[in-house]
């Protein structure tokens, strides 16, 4: 019983915590989503590892999602902010979004490979674009 106990605890914290060659733009609250879906899940599970084929990443409350998507080169991907909390998307090679509770982020990726990105904001918060 004890260690069904600690498990839901641990359960517990882990829910509170978060998570889970280009161009790029930013939009504000006002701002349109051009090609993707304007809310809810727009292909996959936020909790899947597997990338799922799409150009829409929701961000949502401490989750992208899909967390990994893949994509064609030359493919525009638009990050659709749907949660309350203030988050960002942020690359290794310095391009990011605003911190913002609304509205859109575009980039486009020109070149083949994989690029991992974060919420700088909330440890943990990680997602990826693999590139074909």
């Known amino acids: 019983m004890k ?3 600690n498990l839901a605890a ?3 914290v882990a829910a509170a915590a978060c998570g889970g060659g280009a ?3 930013v939009t ?3 701002g349109g989503n051009p090609g993707g879906n304007p809310g809810g899940n727009p292909g996959g599970n936020p909790g899947t590892t597997e990338p799922v084929a799409t150009n829409s990443v929701s961000v949502g409350d401490n989750v992208f999602s899909p967390i990994n998507i893949v994509v064609s080169a030359g493919t525009q991907v638009t990050w ?3 949660g309350a ?3 960002n998307v942020s690359f290794s090679d310095g391009t990011h979004s ?3 509770t609304a509205g859109t982020y575009t980039r486009t990726f020109s070149t ?3 690029f991992n990105y974060s919420c700088t904001l909330h440890a943990g918060m990680n997602g990826s674009v693999k590139v074909n």
Request: proline share 4%.
């Open 10 to 12: 641990v359960a517990l």
């Open 112 to 114: 083949a490979g994989t």
């Open 23 to 25: 161009s790029n733009s």
């Open 80 to 82: 659709t902010w749907a």
């Open 85 to 87: 909390t203030a988050h």
């Open 3 to 5: 260690i069904l106990r």
């Open 28 to 30: 504000g609250p006002t």
């Open 98 to 100: 605003n911190d913002q």
